[in-house]
């Protein structure tokens, strides 16, 4: 089992979500998130005053997977997320030792 977390731009979530409800994933967690990377932020005007705004918002989403399933949840993130801009985000893969399912006490691929 795996954990994915994918950090993307707010205006990809849906097209995300749908990609992976179609490849028959249950559930994720999603965290508003700022951050900034090679996008490197950008400059706005408020009130005549012109600042920098350095930490941009972003989406991270994280979703457990099995082994199996892994290569087509990565490669359904990658199509949904992709603009081909600065900015698209990245995706961290780590291993998942356990599963418990709080409710029935499931463990392992069950609670997936």
Do not use: W
């Not at 409800?21 to 700022?34: I, R």
């Not at 932020?41 to 082994?67: C, N």
Request: proline fraction near 3%; glycine fraction near 10%; charged fraction near 25%.
């Amino acid at each position: 089992m795996k954990l994915i977390s994918a950090v993307i731009k707010p205006f990809k979530l849906d097209e995300l979500r749908q990609a992976l409800t179609n490849l028959g994933v249950s559930g994720l967690t999603l965290t508003e998130v700022k951050g900034f990377g090679r996008q490197k932020g950008h400059t706005e005007l408020y009130r005549g005053a012109e600042y920098q705004i350095d930490f941009l918002p972003k989406m991270k989403i994280e979703v457990a997977v099995s082994d199996q399933l892994l290569d087509r949840a990565l490669d359904a993130i990658c199509t949904a997320a992709h603009t081909g801009k600065v900015g698209d985000g990245k995706i961290f893969i780590r291993p998942l030792e356990q599963i418990i399912r709080i409710r029935t006490g499931e463990t392992g691929q069950d609670a997936l």
